[in-house]
């Protein structure tokens, strides 16, 4: 019999189950891209209810469903916005055994990920340019390998990375 490339069903409900507590219990949110992210962990929050009904249900899942959570899942792992869209656009929530609540979460959120796009905080394109403007100069400059550190550590220190262990 061919490997099909999935997880079984009840290995992929503990993955998404953990990866979704992980990222919801997330300590520290990144400065870059703040709105973004606080947005995908409360989606992600409401994914983990649907994961934990469809695992507490013991019914057996629709392979098309075994397909769709396989994507959420990877999606959940790079946080992507418009692929969970996608994902959730061909999730079959009603072949899942799912209670009024869960399926009526899931279907909001699907209603609202498909209407709003990420939103990039003009600040942080400010800050995108005046980097990229002083790596430029640095390229163009006749002092190669001169560099204005204060405005890179300004600007380093605006995205919240102030010191090497900020790094990781």
Not at 125 to 142: D, G
């Amino acid at each position: 019999m061919a490997s099909s490339g999935l997880l079984p069903s009840g290995s992929l409900l503990e993955s998404l189950i953990h990866i979704s507590n992980e990222v919801a219990n997330m300590e520290k949110v990144p400065c870059v891209q703040y709105r973004n992210i606080s947005t995908m962990i409360r989606r992600i929050k409401i994914l983990y209810s649907l994961f934990e009904e469809i695992q507490d249900t013991n019914g057996s899942i629709p392979p098309s469903s075994i397909l769709c959570l396989t994507e959420l899942f990877s999606v959940i792992r790079r946080v992507k916005v418009t692929e969970m869209g996608r994902a959730l656009d061909i999730l079959p929530v009603s072949l899942l055994d799912l209670t009024g609540d869960t399926r009526e979460q899931v279907e909001l959120l699907h209603k609202q990920v498909k209407r709003v796009d990420s939103n990039v905080d003009p600040r942080e394109l400010q800050r995108r340019e005046v980097l990229l403007q002083v790596m430029a100069s640095e390229k163009n400059s006749k002092n190669k390998g001169f560099i204005d550190f204060g405005i890179v550590k300004e600007i380093m220190s605006c995205i919240g990375l102030i010191n090497p262990f900020d790094y990781d």
